[in-house]
């Protein structure tokens, strides 16, 4: 099964790609989408252009995004949340589910802690897709992102089998 994780950002929206096969994974590749453009249409434009393109190139089976969490910064949250459409719009375009994990969740699957910093998250991915150099924090994230996925699906087709029992 191939994932891709997205950590949405208006200015740096990043994105990496996994396989996952049983408990297996390996990394296929991670970068960042930069906006650009005079006005927030055309930095959300360049946004769903570039997201478009890696999708298509990489043809994942599955996408996951990371929640947002509302800040005091209420415009600025506002701005992150038309991102994360973007993040959640493209895969959706490409036919697939996406699946939504909030930070703390990533963090604890990833890291073993709810609170871990990005510093401890870049090392854990880098751990768990040995040869993945994450091109920014930002891919970090994402990379984490779908490898979070990639545990909860396994855990879920496990119950699901139980169940079947």
């Known amino acids: 099964m191939r994932i891709i ?8 929206l990043g994105w990496g790609v996994i396989e996952a096969d049983g408990s297996r994974l390996s990394h296929v590749a991670n970068g960042v989408c930069s906006s650009s453009g005079p006005d927030l249409a055309a930095r959300l434009l360049s946004l769903h252009v570039q997201l478009s393109a890696i999708v298509a190139r990489y043809a994942p089976d599955q996408a996951a995004v990371e929640q947002t969490f509302v800040n005091r910064d209420g415009a ?12 959640m719009l493209v895969p959706a375009q490409a036919g697939l589910a996406v699946a939504e994990y909030a930070p703390n969740a990533v963090k604890k699957t990833v890291v073993g802690v709810g609170h871990a910093q990005k510093q401890q998250v870049a090392h854990m991915v880098r751990l ?4 993945a150099l994450p091109e920014s924090a930002d891919a ?3 990379l984490a992102i779908a490898i979070c996925h990639a545990f909860h699906a396994r855990t879920a087709a ?3 089998v139980g169940a079947a029992r």
């Open 140 to 142: 970090a994230d994402a």
């Open 5 to 12: 994780g997205i950590d949405p950002g208006l200015r740096y």
């Open 76 to 87: 600025g949250t506002l701005k992150l949340g038309q991102a994360r459409g973007i993040a």
């Open 128 to 131: 768990q897709l040995p040869g």
């Open 158 to 160: 496990r119950i699901a």
